[in-house]
């Protein structure tokens, strides 16, 4: 097939519009949209910081707001990756992260679980009791980055949340009746003492077209999936939403156009809750003690057992 905007060969069909595009027109068509993504998320001057695993998607929103930034004086990207400690799987991820990192000359600063927890996340796995290795990966996960971009003075930390990941959790949410946590997904539009606001640049991209442009750019990228991530309750939403938008092209797109009509009122509901600091680590929570805190003293005694 032919592209529908030239006559050069189609490398992909988008179902949810009924366009062929060819590698130029496909590249062109995805990249406008991160960047209209962006303008509307925003961008604040100073350090804008990137939660880089190494995988496809963090590893395409940072090179799109590298794309951005680097001719910007007045803003400066710099890499963040989180070492959970997975044996075979976060250590690949680690040296993509890393020779990308090298070769668009953006600062790379890396934080484990080993050194802010005292566990790795294999070691977790083997004491966590009745929690799954998801639960502890999220909390431990958010405060890692949040810890150490603000050490860097980041305005902001960009996710690679594909329109896959936004459409799941908001589904997941609506289901569990979460409204609460519906209404603080990123982007963050409150600034909260001590916690460093998200954005999402690739919230409008399904992950089989993010996936397209990091093969097409020639990117090197893991597509192992977490060892761990079997036992995630996202894998049945998932599922469901593959299964749905085969039927029904644009139902991603749908969902989350249906929570962005919502928003403005979920956030009215359900304003931000006061932070303050933690007692024990001095991170933001809404708790006296975090979660982060919390599940480290559940996981001490549980090894002490």
Known sequence: MHCSKCHRKA????????????????????????????????LPKGTIAVALSGGKDSS???????????????????????DEGIKGYRDKTIEIARKLCNELGIE????????EIGLTLDEI?????????????????????????KEKDAKVIALGHN????????????????????????PHKKIQPGYIPRIVPLRTVPEKEV???????????????????????RLLYREFLLQLEEKHPGSRHSILKSYL???ECLREKFPPAKLQPCKICNQPSSMPVCMACQL???????KEK
């Open 125 to 149: 796995s083997e004491i966590r009791g009745e929690l799954a290795e998801c639960t502890y990966c999220g909390v431990f996960r958010r405060y890692c980055l949040n810890k150490l971009a």
């Open 261 to 263: 009509e919502l928003e």
């Open 60 to 82: 395409v929103a940072c090179y799109m707001l590298w794309k951005i930034l680097k001719d910007h004086k007045d803003r400066k990207l710099i890499a963040i990756t989180v």
């Open 108 to 115: 790379h600063y890396i934080i484990s679980f080993k050194d």
């Open 163 to 186: 329109l896959d990941d936004v459409s799941q959790t908001i589904l997941m949410n609506f289901i569990r009746n979460d409204l609460e946590r519906m209404a603080r997904m990123a």
């Open 296 to 302: 480290k003293e559940k996981l001490r005694k549980s």
């Open 211 to 233: 996936t397209l442009y990091a093969y097409l750019k020639g990117f090197d990228v893991s597509e192992d999936e977490c060892p761990y991530a079997i036992r995630a309750m």
């Open 11 to 42: 490398v992909t069909f988008i179902r949810y519009n009924g366009m062929y595009l060819c590698k130029e027109h496909f590249v062109e068509f995805f990249e406008r949209r991160v960047k209209k993504e962006i303008r509307k998320q925003g």
